[in-house]
């Protein structure tokens, strides 16, 4: 199941900043423990894919699993040995740009022995650095 947006009206963009920090997504809503991104960068939807089924492998039908990212942005690419000019190369591509401190997925129903090997494994999968993170509950109300 490869991730595909859906159609957008327009579909090329520019290229922008990768050296970000991340203004939402920085806490953990749905799941106890997450995977958190500690560099910025891109990931595309292969690597979202991927790094899914190693979490899936791990957490089997008992743990629940959250994707916060999604990749809807299209990157561009000319062919091979053409001139330049006659504009913009076809879509090859769709990325998720990820901030320092984004949420990338999120676990929930699994120990966290479990849950740190399933998040490290799907860590290996992403080309930036991650890091485990956890929800501290309130106990006050």
Not at 9 to 21: D, E, L, M, N
Not at 28 to 35: N, P, V
Not at 58 to 77: E, H
């Amino acid at each position: 199941m490869i991730l595909k947006p859906k159609a957008t009206k327009y579909k090329k963009q520019f290229r922008g900043h990768y050296k970000i920090k991340s203004k939402s997504g920085c806490f953990i809503e749905y799941g106890t423990y997450g995977l958190r991104a500690t560099s910025s960068g891109r990931i595309n939807g292969v690597q979202i894919e991927s790094a899914r089924v190693a979490i899936s492998k791990f957490i089997k039908k008992v743990g629940k699993l959250w994707i916060r990212v999604f990749p809807n942005i299209p990157i561009t690419k000319k062919p091979i040995e053409v001139r330049m000019g006659k504009g913009k190369g076809e879509v090859c591509d769709w990325i998720f740009k990820v901030g320092i401190g984004r949420i990338i997925f999120e676990i929930q129903g699994t120990s966290e022995e479990i849950a740190r090997t399933a998040l490290k494994a799907a860590s290996y999968k992403l080309g930036i650095d991650t890091s485990f993170a956890y929800r501290i509950m309130d106990l006050t109300c």
